[in-house]
């Protein structure tokens, strides 16, 4: 049962083969007969040497391998393998037992080997198609028989997408605050839900289509109930000498980064601050994102418009200021408002134990500066605006033995200071982490965590990690659950005030899993920025169905 | 089960002692430690060169994590792998894996460059924050997502990894196997020592034998299934692994063998883990 042979469906391309085995090359594998085709001949440009495309009949059906042709020993066949490496095709490698490209018509016999034992038992026999040609050796009259073959025809049926995918999650959330509320109107809940569907769509070519939605429902507070597009962008990747090149286009999320008590140099996406006050989650952002990348490392340019107002909590909230921030009332430094163009760039390398990032971003800021004003109603309020600025960041993290060693580092120009006057700064994150692996006697992972969040501008600085401390662990019991714990307490070391977090989450059963949540708020004095926010701890736990 | 293979063991080990040392002098004990290292080098360089020039492959894999009680979870993910070029030096085999199932951490992305010497360099891709983190590679021993596999069983072994020492050829089923013993070099390394089944025809892996670091027998795997890919390539269709100590195990099933599978280099770069589907 277990017999060789080709079958010839086009002349130049799919050529036919006798159970004879030889030397080739093979430069890949295809399940799809057209994107054997189509990478036979991009190869064959590349490599400017005759290829063949063969069918091999598998338990899984057809597969069309695209093999040399020009390679009568394993020497020459080698040395094609290599020098294929060599131009950027990776998954070329060295099949001793090819089934030969006949030379005439007359020979293609369809006959089975003699010795099935020399057989390769992924090969099984296929008819001959009655009306296969000679194939042709020279490579010029290779390329006229391939230009010549019509294009492709959608097989009815069989749209245009390779791929795709549809998933993502919903969850039950509720967030409970036990202190009584500083400002009037104030709820002490936070229920709802929020829906997080992914499509993906990738094509023949490899290019995809991504859209990520977001929507939280919030049945305390109407402004925590928001909407957005967290991505929507389609993707092209290719081959740009020994390096790949990426193109994406449209809204997406962008992290750079290393530390964990705060993203400071992370600066693409606006933050979304009504999600979470740890300033974590991040808004869509729409841009252009071309990226080159290598073993040498990666370089990324970013042009980006549509600037994105900060959220914030509304009256009925908690975690907000006394006034309400009036987001219809957004002023800009920049004449072009939200539509100026803000520019980035990033390299980002591996040199052995480190991993280094160095960006630079000129553009609008993300970070708000409020204004006192006043609104329609006479109603006093807090209008954003956001100032132009041009941003340094550096991030790296040193990995050896069981420490992690982190830095983030950013030199910011053209923003203003607690007291709206302008102030270049320079802030740090700097810190390590340790992993105790297998503590307890079980096959749990122990991390202990440190980090000096540092801001130049002190007493004057727009953030709240001016001079902060932060100590943190996470426990991973590696079990079925996924079961995790994540503990961490900023301290400030100006204000003695701390921000506890707690995270407790677990997978109950397949699709489904828990996450518990509490944020607790020690000892904020008068001249901590989170001072409106003291009574603001709260508990919450959410309930996750992943699809 | 953890029984009778220990007891085997034992016999074996008496077997070895009384047929050693009853005649044979000091100097040639040493001699004849040398021949057996230098031979269950040399089974392993020929294990691993038959495993080379695949160029790259792409399978999945599905794990069937069974607990004492008998209560089963699932993992599905995807895996793909990038032979490092002849010609390079001290790098190994790049591995990525993308994981399907538990459906919450799906889009998760793990990537593995390894070294020959050293420590491995790996990646992670949290889907959620977009974040491609570098992580530790002192983790070998621990469990890959909860399974009895530790992330240092994950990835092919590369030669430079163990020292070795040929101890026997013995039946195995049909087959007779050359069993060798395997010792890690990196010290972060779960293991004390393996013990490995191949058999003498095709070098298969067909039963390991991992010995913890206090030396007692920690975990059986055992691989079936076998089938030969593009004419030379033998991969195992199941490996299952029991653990002695917990009662609990994992059964691995690899399916969609795709060899000299369409990939790119850059797919295996920490950007491109950024679009691991």
Request: hydrophobic share 40%; charged share 25%; aromatic share 10%.
């Amino acid at each position: 049962m277990r017999r060789i042979l080709a079958v010839a469906v086009t002349a130049a391309v799919l050529v036919a083969a006798s159970p004879a085995a030889g030397a080739a090359a093979v430069f890949g594998s295809f399940r799809d007969l057209d994107n054997a085709t189509r990478e036979h001949h991009r190869i064959s440009m590349r490599l400017g040497v005759p290829l063949a495309v063969v069918v091999v009949r598998t338990g899984r059906g057809p597969l069309y391998r695209i093999v040399s042709t020009g390679t009568p020993d394993e020497a020459a066949a080698r040395a094609l393998v290599v020098r294929a490496r060599e131009a950027g095709v990776p998954g070329a490698w060295y099949w001793a037992e090819a089934p030969v490209p006949e030379q005439l018509p007359e020979e293609r016999v369809a006959t089975a080997p003699e010795d099935p034992e020399t057989v390769p038992a992924e090969l099984e026999a296929v008819e001959e198609a009655p009306d296969m040609q000679p194939p042709r050796t020279a490579p010029d009259a290779r390329e006229e028989a391939v230009a010549a073959r019509p294009e492709p025809t959608e097989p009815p049926g069989e749209p245009w997408i390779a791929y795709r995918s549809f998933s993502g999650d919903i969850s039950l959330e509720g967030r409970w605050y036990p202190d009584p509320a500083v400002h009037p109107g104030q709820r002490s809940h936070a229920s709802g839900f929020v829906v997080r569907p992914e499509l993906y769509l990738e094509d023949r070519a490899g290019r995809s289509l991504t859209v990520r939605p977001f929507f939280r429902h919030d049945a305390a507070d109407p402004r925590r109930t928001h909407a957005d597009l967290h991505e929507a962008y389609g993707m092209a990747v290719g081959q740009w000498g020994a390096s790949e090149w990426e193109l994406r286009l449209g809204v997406d999320r962008v992290f750079w980064g290393v530390t964990e008590s705060q993203h400071l140099v992370d600066i693409i996406n606006q933050v979304d601050l009504v999600e979470h006050p740890n300033e974590k989650a991040r808004l869509g952002q729409l841009m252009a994102h071309v990226t080159l990348a290598g073993n040498w490392g990666a370089f990324e340019l970013f042009g980006i418009t549509g600037h994105r107002d900060r959220t914030f909590s509304g009256r009925t909230g908690r975690l907000r200021l006394p006034l309400l921030i009036d987001r219809g009332a957004t002023t800009y430094e920049s004449g072009a408002e939200e539509w100026g163009l803000d520019v980035a760039g990033r390299y980002s390398g591996t040199i052995g134990a480190v991993d280094v990032g160095i960006s630079v971003f000129d553009g609008t800021s993300r970070e708000p500066f409020l204004l006192p004003a006043v609104n329609g109603a006479g109603t006093p309020v807090l209008a954003p605006h956001y100032r132009r600025i041009r941003q340094f960041g550096l991030d790296a993290q040193l990995t050896t033995g069981s420490w992690l060693y982190k830095l983030e580092a950013i030199h910011r120009a053209g923003a203003w200071n607690l007291l709206g006057r302008e102030e270049d700064y320079a802030a740090f994150v700097a810190g390590g982490e340790y992993t105790l692996y297998g503590v307890f006697g079980s096959g749990a992972d122990l991390g202990l965590l440190a980090e000096w969040n540092y801001d130049g501008r002190r007493e004057w600085a727009t953030s709240r990690f001016q001079n902060d401390l932060f100590f943190g662990t996470r426990l991973a019991l590696n079990d079925e659950q996924g079961t995790e714990f994540i503990g961490g307490v900023l301290s400030d070391l100006d204000h003695d005030s701390h921000f506890v977090s707690l995270e407790l989450s677990r997978r109950l059963r397949d699709n489904w899993s828990l996450e518990f949540e509490t944020v607790v708020l020690l000892n904020v004095g008068e001249a901590d920025l989170l001072y409106a926010m003291r009574r603001d701890s709260f508990v919450g736990l959410d309930l996750v169905y992943s699809f | 089960m953890m029984e009778r293979v220990r007891g085997r063991f034992r016999v074996a080990a008496v077997v070895a002692f009384l047929g050693a040392f009853p005649t044979a002098a000091p100097t040639a004990l040493a001699e004849d430690a040398a021949a057996a290292e230098d031979r269950g080098l040399a089974i392993a360089r020929d294990a691993r060169q038959r495993k080379q020039g695949f160029g790259s492959f792409t399978a999945s894999q599905t794990m069937v994590l069974r607990n004492r009680q008998g209560r089963e979870s699932r993992r599905h993910l995807r895996v793909k792998v990038l032979e490092a070029p002849p010609e390079a030096e001290g790098a190994g085999d790049r591995s990525l894996f993308v994981f399907d199932e538990p459906r919450d951490v799906r889009g998760t992305a793990f990537l593995v460059h390894a070294n020959k010497e050293g420590a491995d360099d790996q990646w992670l891709y949290l889907p959620a924050l977009k974040r491609v983190k570098r992580i530790n590679s002192a983790n070998r021993s621990g469990s890959f997502m909860g399974s009895e596999f530790a992330y240092e069983d994950m990835t092919p072994p590369e030669v430079e990894q163990f020292d070795y020492r040929y101890l026997r050829d013995e039946a195995c089923g049909e087959l007779t196997c050359t069993v060798v013993e395997r010792t890690p070099r990196d010290e972060r390394s779960g293991y004390r020592r393996q013990i490995v089944w191949q058999d003498t025809d095709e070098l298969r892996l067909w039963k390991v034998e991992y010995y913890d670091r206090r030396d007692a027998l920690l975990k059986t795997l055992d691989v079936s299934g076998y089938a030969r890919y593009v004419d030379r390539y033998w991969h195992a269709a199941e490996m299952s692994m029991v653990n002695h100590l917990t009662g609990k195990s994992t059964v691995l099933t690899w399916s969609d063998y795709d060899f000299g599978a369409a990939v790119t280099p850059g797919e295996f770069l920490p950007t491109g883990l950024r679009r691991a589907r």
